[in-house]
């Protein structure tokens, strides 16, 4: 037992676990970044005397559990949001555990894209769906109770974060960040090396980081926590009096919960999504213009690859410098020079009439005065108790003319069944489900535009009076 405890055999553990994780390193992940990210970590655990000082140790609590809450806090922000997301990894979970490898490939003598000529009148193979798998009921689970997991795990990030900064539990305190930044980064790493989710959502709608972003990120965080463990006699309590540090600590897990679950109940505090109160809706789902945003286009570079009849030879020729019929069309292959700015902050918001057949847009986006909008992103899940106040308020609207559209995107069966359970009377317009439950988090939220700008938001709990809303906006 004296043997497990000694330096050497933490030097041989440590040493051969960094050879394990390096020789089991997939080829999407570079082995040499690993190697410098796991000598480090072997270097932090064997020589704890260069990593053990005060001062550094308590540099490091701050920024880790700074991090935690400042992360934890802007997901409890939007707890729908973030469940949202977790769907995402059930959904790809519950398919297996498969992998399209993101590997760098080389390119053959030149070309980067296939050079196989196939026979148009082939007829492509029909797929095979995939059989049902048994994990989808254990993943399906999970998405079932994503919203309880999402307030759980934002809530729990916050307090753990706190009770690091107090100095509380440090041994435990240190596992738990531990087991979650592994966890995070298993996360992360399978998203980024498999191509699977691609925002990992780690910071909300704040700051949005791809999934090799967010694993590099969780790689530092897992370093400084190394740094923790080995500082961790210098890690003490910041509060003296127990039944202090006990009220604090109370104090913080309970708004550490509670915050998330008010912002669900209610809507977010900050809102970071494109739909926010200020935004002309008309103007952020156009392209911007350069002239008067200053922004500017992608610029792409085409190269186009030719296979030719007689020899066979693949060649690369340029937009203006094309070959005769001699040579046969392979591919083409563009490259990015410059990424461009001017793409719409808002995708697939269309307001399509179902009797007309027509876009809205323009004529409802750009319309003067007051309208509302009530967003079901799903008529299946919205809450149905709200509407005798629903009805009465776009009542109140047609005796004024003021504009009382419903945006769903439920089918017209479902519109129908809809419109019998809860005897709305008022025109509704189908729009993309994945914008609606970007524009307001709850199934059903009403939204204020004045001249085609976006002025309130309610959520189903706050569905307010129209007598109310007009003496205050109008």
């Known amino acids: 037992m004296a043997f497990l405890k000694s330096k050497v055999f933490r030097f041989i553990a440590s040493l051969g676990l960094a050879a394990l994780f390096y020789f089991l390193c997939p080829p999407c992940f570079s082995k040499t970044k690993l190697l410098l990210v796991l000598l480090g970590l072997v270097l932090i655990i064997n020589l704890p005397m260069i990593f053990g000082y005060r001062w550094l140790t308590h540099v490091t609590r701050i920024a880790v559990g700074g991090l935690f809450i400042f992360s934890g806090f802007i997901k409890a922000n939007d707890p729908l949001g973030f469940s949202y997301k977790l769907n995402e990894y059930f959904d790809v979970f519950g398919k297996g555990f498969s992998c399209e490898m993101q590997v760098e490939k080389k390119a053959e003598k030149g070309i980067p894209c296939s050079c196989e000529i196939k026979n148009v009148n082939e007829q492509a193979p029909v797929a095979t769906p995939p059989l049902p798998l048994q994990t989808n009921k254990f993943w399906g689970f999970f998405a079932d109770h994503s919203l309880f997991l999402a307030i759980f795990i934002c809530g729990f990030e916050i307090a753990v974060g706190i009770f690091l900064l107090l100095g509380l539990k440090v041994r435990w305190t240190l596992f738990l960040l531990l087991a979650m930044i592994v966890f995070f980064a298993f996360l992360t790493f399978y998203s980024a090396c498999c191509n699977k989710v691609q925002s990992c959502g780690c910071f909300g709608d704040a700051i949005k980081l791809t999934p090799w972003e967010s694993f ?259």
């Not at 550490?256 to 809507?267: E, G, M």
């Not at 776009?394 to 439920?410: D, H, Q, T, V």
Request: glycine content about 6%.
């Open 216 to 474: 590099w990120k969780d790689l530092i965080l897992l370093i400084l926590i190394s740094v923790l463990f080995v500082g961790e006699q210098n890690i003490q309590p910041v509060i003296k009096n127990t039944i202090a540090m006990a009220g604090t600590a109370g104090v913080g897990i309970f708004l550490s919960f509670a915050f998330p679950v008010y912002t669900y109940r209610h809507l977010p505090l900050i809102d970071y999504r494109p739909f926010a109160v200020g935004t002309n809706l008309y103007k952020a789902s156009k392209e911007k213009d350069p002239k008067e945003t200053g922004c500017v286009h992608d610029s792409i570079a085409m190269r186009f690859f030719y296979k030719n009849k007689t020899s066979g030879q693949v060649k690369e020729f340029k937009l203006d410098n094309l070959p005769d019929s001699t040579w046969d069309f392979c591919c083409r292959y563009d490259d990015v020079i410059r990424k461009g700015n001017c793409e719409p902050t808002i995708l697939d918001f269309n307001l399509n009439d179902p009797e007309s057949g027509m876009v809205l847009n323009d004529s409802l986006l750009q319309r003067k005065g007051i309208q509302f909008f009530l967003v079901m992103y799903d008529l299946s899940l919205t809450d149905l108790s709200v509407f005798p106040s629903v009805n009465k308020f776009a009542a109140e609207c047609a005796k004024n003319n003021i504009p009382f559209n419903g945006l769903s995107s439920g089918t017209p069966d479902q519109v129908v069944n809809f419109r019998k359970n809860t005897n709305a009377d008022f025109h509704m317009l189908a729009v993309d489900g994945t914008a609606l439950k970007t524009m307001i988090r709850s199934n059903p939220g009403l939204v204020m535009l004045k001249n085609g700008i976006v002025t309130a938001m309610w959520s189903a709990n706050d569905f307010p009076e129209y007598a109310n809303v007009i003496s205050k906006y109008k």
